[in-house]
């Protein structure tokens, strides 16, 4: 027998090896199992591989004298099992990705250079005689970082999930040496069964319904997808609480999957609260021993919660119970590069798999997904009303057409646009007297998207996009000022004259989250003493850059004096903002004119997304949304008939064009060193397309930004009614096409279910 071996290269084939010499020649030669590790010899290289499967030796395409043996097995029993090799292959083919390359994907990194797979982990509890006595008063610090270990109670936690948390190694260091705190290695042993640390709520009907469902779909070891489809607010979390209450008391794991990294330690404490049970974080901030760590948690089933990122998704789990997609509409889900997959879309495939459910939950589900529903393929729950007092947000239209937006003077006697008109600014006073918090969304970091010379019209273009260059400044701190790509990084002085005519009237055109910040500053500043009055607070990847930067943030504002917060759509994402009381939108609209088809869809779930963030507490929430184009009949519908409405709207426009959901899409991308090349390449490929494939074919044309970080981009979009026969044409038809001599030397990409071009 021989061994068919997949391995890590761009290559959409598996490899056939032989045992080593002396071991076939004995009577009682095992071959290393499937889902084994072996290491191999390949052209002057030694690599890692999977043995995928097990072939006579006839049944291979190299004759047996020419076949090379492994060198090794590193493993005794399989590390992948049926059902993890079954996933890689289902992946291999949906998303058309040489086999080896998912593996390499799914496994972490330290498993793929053939590492053993126990680790030891360190981590940390408090030493039982401790008690808060033991600190001086002066010591505040430590104590803080004390009470936070003390949050785990007596099995302490992993020093990762501790340094994720804020803590800092200084202070473990420091209250070990002072004998309040040990490290330990956690026994492998199996975990205790599942206990609940509080009491489940009361759940009203809608809930009861949602999780009756699930449970039942449980216990009866059967695949359902669910949409739980339910409003911000309306408790989706105690939904998903209480379902997997009965899946951890049977013994089964739990996986629940967010958008953001930032969400997770909050998600965690959330579900820590109601089970005392071994719960495993997952994200792309770990380094490869936690990550292997937290890997090998899931597959010999220790972990009993496992809350993760996308790639969670691709993680082994011993005996899986339920999925859970929380905010499922995201994007994040969507990998953008190498194994393009959508998490949810296996997420789905994996409860199909395994006979389990899975719970999609959003208040704004995609297209995609409600078409589902449509079809009869996710079971829709729905969840329409906020437990207890909270109300939903109303929401109200600005026209900004019809009041110029507020002006201010700078101390030099110079005018400028404050960006926001004086119905909104009244708004915001007002919240702020009745002692309640703003948010303003701006979903553009920096000072302004655009430096303009106002004598010829130049703008500050980034020399290695097609893209502006963001100026960053702030009126507090002139010295710091830049330009900066969001793109590719590319970072500039600012010129004091315009490099093309040598006019110094250089004008920061726009507005970004810092200018609106100064702006707000100036607006409610005590005109006496130019001093703030309330705080502004600014939420966006520049002021949350450091570790803790966002918890920091986060704390200061559940304080809950009033303030003004300042955010991109990172402020959309799940988070709990009580005292914010009203939502300001001074121009998200915008998103309703871009050319993109999918820019509506996303636009308004942002909208939503961060009009939920107001009147989760006991207080109503107000939603103001200014802009120029009042008439826009999606933004009207959005306003008046509410997300679900609109979204249906949009379904229907779609059906009638032909476009996702009612088509399925492939994009292929090239990228190249020049424009032409990478047309060239397409249109051979095009020219390459079987007879008769009944595909529809857009392009090739210039990717969006076609230049990016010095480098050309065109794309070529496909069309299929039917989802099989695009992969029909693509099984017969990408891989032959990789090999053009004019795609060659070029970087083909290929995209499946792609969520933008
Ligand atoms: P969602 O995730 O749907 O936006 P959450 O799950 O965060 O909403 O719930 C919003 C708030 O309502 C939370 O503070 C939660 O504790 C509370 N809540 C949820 N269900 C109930 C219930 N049945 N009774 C009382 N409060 C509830
Ligand atoms: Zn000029
Ligand atoms: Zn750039």
Redesign the pocket.
């Known amino acids: 027998m021989l061994l068919q071996v997949a391995l890590p290269v761009p290559l959409y084939r598996v490899f056939d090896y032989r045992l080593p010499t002396a071991i076939e020649a004995l009577s009682d030669a095992v071959l290393p199992a499937v889902g084994c590790r072996v290491e191999v010899p390949f052209g002057r290289q030694t690599l890692i591989g999977i043995v995928v499967a097990h072939i006579a030796k006839t049944s291979s395409n190299v004759p047996v004298n020419k076949l090379k043996s492994i060198n090794r097995c590193l493993d005794a029993t399989p590390i992948l099992d049926a059902h993890m090799l079954k996933l890689a292959h289902w992946l291999a083919g949906y998303y058309h990705y040489p086999l080896g390359d998912v593996l390499a994907v799914i496994l972490p990194s330290l498993v793929r250079q053939g590492k053993p797979l126990d680790l030891l982990i360190t981590h940390w509890r408090i030493l039982p005689h401790v008690t808060d006595d033991d600190f001086h008063p002066n010591a505040k610090k430590q104590k803080q970082q004390f009470d936070m270990l003390k949050l785990h109670g007596e099995r302490g936690a992993s020093e990762d999930v501790l340094l994720l948390e804020g803590m800092e190694r200084a202070f473990l260091k420091t209250l070990e040496d002072k004998g309040l705190i040990e490290r330990y290695i956690e026994p492998k042993q199996a975990p205790a069964p599942v206990k609940l640390a509080k009491l489940p709520?009361?759940?009203?009907a809608e809930?009861q319904q949602a999780v009756n469902a699930i449970i039942a779909a449980h216990e009866a070891h059967h695949y359902t997808g669910f949409l739980l489809n339910?409003?911000?607010?309306?408790?989706?979390?105690?939904v998903y609480l209480q379902a997997m209450q009965q899946v951890l008391e049977a013994g089964k794991q739990v996986l629940i999957l967010v958008p953001e990294i930032g969400l997770t330690p909050q998600t965690r404490a959330r579900f820590a609260s109601r089970f005392a049970a071994h719960i495993v974080l997952l994200h792309s901030g770990m380094n490869n021993t936690h990550r292997l760590q937290g890997w090998q948690d899931c597959r010999t089933g220790h972990a009993q919660i496992v809350i993760g990122t996308r790639s969670a998704v691709l993680y082994p789990f011993k005996d899986l119970g339920l999925i859970i997609v929380d905010e499922a509409h995201d994007g994040s889900y969507k990998q953008q590069d190498t194994l393009r997959y959508h998490a949810a879309d296996v997420a789905l495939y994996r409860g199909l798999q395994q006979h389990i459910p899975v719970v999609l939950?959003t208040?704004t589900p995609s297209l995609e997904h409600l078409k589902l529903v449509a079809d009869g393929k996710l079971v829709e729950r729905r969840?329409l009303t906020?437990?207890?007092n909270?109300k939903p947000a109303t929401m109200q239209l600005i026209d900004a057409r019809l009041q110029s937006t507020h002006q201010q003077t700078t101390d030099d006697g110079a005018r400028y646009d404050t960006g926001l008109t004086d119905a909104m600014i009244g708004a915001i006073r007002q919240t702020l007297e009745a002692g309640d918090q703003v948010l303003i969304f701006l979903n553009r970091r920096g000072y302004a998207p655009v430096l303009l010379c106002q004598a010829c019209g130049w703008q500050a273009d980034c020399p290695r996009c097609d893209a502006h260059l963001t100026v960053h400044y702030s009126r507090q701190n002139r010295q710091n000022a830049y330009l900066k790509c969001h793109h590719c990084d590319w970072q500039a002085y600012i010129p004091t004259v315009c490099p093309d005519c040598g006019s110094p009237n250089l004008d920061a055109k726009g507005m970004g989250t810092t200018r609106l910040s100064e702006n707000l500053h100036a607006i409610f500043a005590n005109p006496q003493t130019s001093k703030q009055i309330y705080p502004i607070i600014q939420i966006d990847r520049d002021t949350t850059r450091r570790k803790d930067s966002w918890e920091r943030i986060y704390q200061r504002i559940n304080q809950g004096a009033p303030a003004i917060l300042v955010g991109t759509q990172m402020v959309a994402k799940?988070h709990?903002f009580p005292n914010v009381t009203l939502v300001c939108m001074p121009n998200a609209d915008r998103g309703f004119l871009s050319a993109d088809f999918r820019s509506p869809e996303h636009t308004a779930q942002l909208m939503i997304q961060v009009a939920?963030r107001a009147g989760?507490g006991d207080k109503a929430g107000r939603v103001l949304i200014q802009t120029l184009q009042p008439d826009n009949e999606l933004l009207l519908k959005l306003v008046k008939d509410g997300y679900l409405s609109f979204a249906h709207e949009l379904l229907q426009e779609r059906k009638m064009m032909g476009l996702p959901p009612y088509s399925h899409a492939a994009l292929i991308r090239c990228e190249g060193k020049t424009l032409a090349a990478t047309v060239q390449a397409l249109k051979d490929a095009i020219a390459n397309l079987p007879q008769g494939h009944n595909l529809a074919v857009l392009g090739p044309i210039d990717a969006p930004m076609s230049k990016k970080n010095s480098r050309y981009h065109s794309q070529l979009l496909l069309l299929a009614k039917d989802r099989r026969q695009l992969h029909q044409v693509l099984n017969q038809w990408w891989q032959p096409i990789l090999a053009l001599p004019s795609t060659k030397y070029l970087k083909l990409t290929l995209d499946i279910d792609p969520i933008g071009w």
């Not at 709520?201 to 009203?204: E, I, Q, S």
């Open positions: 709520l009361d759940m009203n809930q339910g409003i911000t607010g309306s408790g989706k979390t105690e939950g208040a969840l906020r437990p207890g909270a799940g709990h939920g989760r």
